[in-house]
């Protein structure tokens, strides 16, 4: 049972004031441990009458957290404290898994109990398998993910507890089996898709090493890792392992807001990356390369259709980051080390290589603080070790699920967090009389 750290913000002891008309309002001012200052506008509202407009959430704290830190600015991500970059050298997706989930770094034993848990926890209850049956034969992966994540809790339905009731012997099984049977939900995916049968896991690999294994072992023909695959894969996976309140993350904090089991909330997550603005986007980044390719076009073209407005220059820009995002750096460098192991000279690494130079000397991308984000480099890497495209998003939601159910444990953890319900402003028609059918024109 690992239970976490108790953190807060502090109160100042200055006030912030809104004036709406001749009115003054004063409200607390937090500030978190790096020194990110909020005014806590909760008695907004019910002080004055009036709620904050934030569409897109830009500018709105929407909870307190300690798991993740980001300064967008200088580019900087740490995880409880540790920077991205001494956890992509010294760490392994399960130990960042453990130490997102879990706020410490574990020590020797601990991190063996919990590497066991989660790796011989792959095999999926046999009734599940006609599951992957039913699906049409032209399905998108992430849709059968995000289904089957979801039936988990009816396989498991001892561990899928109501988030306001957290036991944590619960939350450590029902996290265990969510880490391993997801890859085991995408392998199969996989292998229903090739009309392979499937291929029972080995507990004696690592994480991904048994993922890769699940994914492309045939009968008699073990697949060989001879291209430091599953390294890559590891990597892969540590880097998108959490992201702050991205909307994938705040999905799942809305739903387990609602009391919602870790299954539901997560599989609500996965819908939620799917999107091409968000994970969706390692897709499009390979199919944007692609298509340059295929053109002949050295990519100036395409940066000229950004610029106008006709296209999106995918895996650059983000939210957050108005700075290199410190992931792709990291994914830069392993993606050239991977194709230098294989032995192949991918025409797309060099594409891209063209775009974000012309990008990043360009006024247009210069101005709006474009730079590329984790996306941009990540699709490269996973073509090469043989992840079909339409499986690159699964390969994020695999990474992102640590993410995913530290936030969730955060939500059960906190006695005082309400069910999330954000205001609008109506823009609709006023109160008018219903007509009879047969009056209307
Ligand atoms: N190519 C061309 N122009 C862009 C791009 C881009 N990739 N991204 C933003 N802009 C422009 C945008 O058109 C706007 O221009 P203007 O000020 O003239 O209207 C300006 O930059 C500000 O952009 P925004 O739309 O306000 O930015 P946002 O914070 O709402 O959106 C984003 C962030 C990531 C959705 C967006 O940058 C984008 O669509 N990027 C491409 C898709 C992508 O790579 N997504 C992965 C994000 S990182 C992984 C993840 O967290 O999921």
Not at 120 to 135: I, Q, V
Not at 208 to 237: I, N, R, V, W
Not at 346 to 364: F, G, K
């Amino acid at each position: 049972m690992y239970a976490n750290k108790e953190y807060s913000s502090s109160i100042m002891d200055n006030s912030g004031t809104i004036r709406i008309g001749d009115v003054n309002y004063d409200f607390p001012i937090m500030m978190g441990t790096e020194s990110e200052g909020a005014i806590d506008l909760r008695t907004l509202r019910s002080k004055s009458g009036y709620i904050a407009f934030d569409e897109g959430y830009g500018n709105t704290g929407s909870c307190e957290s300690s798991i993740t830190f980001i300064n967008g600015e200088k580019g900087i991500l740490r995880h409880r404290g540790y920077p991205i970059e001494q956890l992509a050298e010294r760490s392994s997706f399960l130990e960042t898994a453990y130490l997102i989930m879990y706020g410490q770094l574990p020590n020797m034993v601990t991190l063996s109990a919990y590497k066991r848990n989660i790796l011989s926890n792959a095999t999926l209850d046999a009734k599940m398998y006609p599951l992957f049956e039913g699906f049409h034969k032209d399905s998108h992966p992430m849709a059968m993910l995000s289904a089957i994540v979801n039936s988990l809790c009816t396989y498991h339905s001892e561990y899928a507890t109501n988030s306001r009731k957290l036991d944590l012997e619960h939350f450590d099984a029902a996290s265990s089996i969510l880490m391993s049977k997801a890859r085991s939900i995408a392998a199969m995916s996989y292998r229903k898709k090739m009309g392979l049968p499937m291929m029972e896991s080995d507990s004696n690999k690592s994480y991904a090493e048994d993922f890769l294994h699940m994914m492309f072992s045939k009968q008699g023909m073990p697949y060989e890792d001879t291209c430091g695959a599953s390294k890559a894969l590891d990597l892969f996976f540590l880097l998108h392992a959490d992201h702050e309140q991205n909307c994938s993350t705040s999905t799942v904090r809305m739903v387990a807001s609602s009391g919602a089991n870790l299954f539901a909330s997560i599989s609500a997550g996965i819908s939620a990356l799917w999107g091409p603005s968000h994970g969706g986007a390692n897709m499009a980044v390979i199919e944007m390369l692609e298509a340059i390719h295929a053109s002949g076009d050295d990519g100036s073209g395409f940066i000229e259709a950004a610029k106008s407005g006709q296209a999106k220059l995918m895996g650059f820009g983000h939210r957050v980051y108005k700075n290199y995002d410190p992931r792709a750096k990291i994914l830069g460098k392993s993606a050239v080390s991977v194709l230098e192991k294989i032995g192949v000279n991918d025409p797309l690494l060099d594409i891209a290589r063209r775009l974000e130079r012309a990008a990043l000397e360009d006024d247009y991308f210069i101005k709006r603080k474009l730079y590329p984000n984790v996306d941009f480099y990540s699709g490269i890497i996973l073509k090469a070790i043989g992840i079909p495209v339409d499986f690159f998003t699964v390969m994020f939601a695999l990474g992102r699920i640590p993410g995913w159910m530290a936030n969730w444990k955060e939500i059960a953890e906190n006695p005082k967090s309400r069910i999330h319900r954000p205001r609008q402003i109506y823009i609709g028609e006023n109160e008018r009389n219903f007509i009879k059918l047969e009056k209307r024109k």
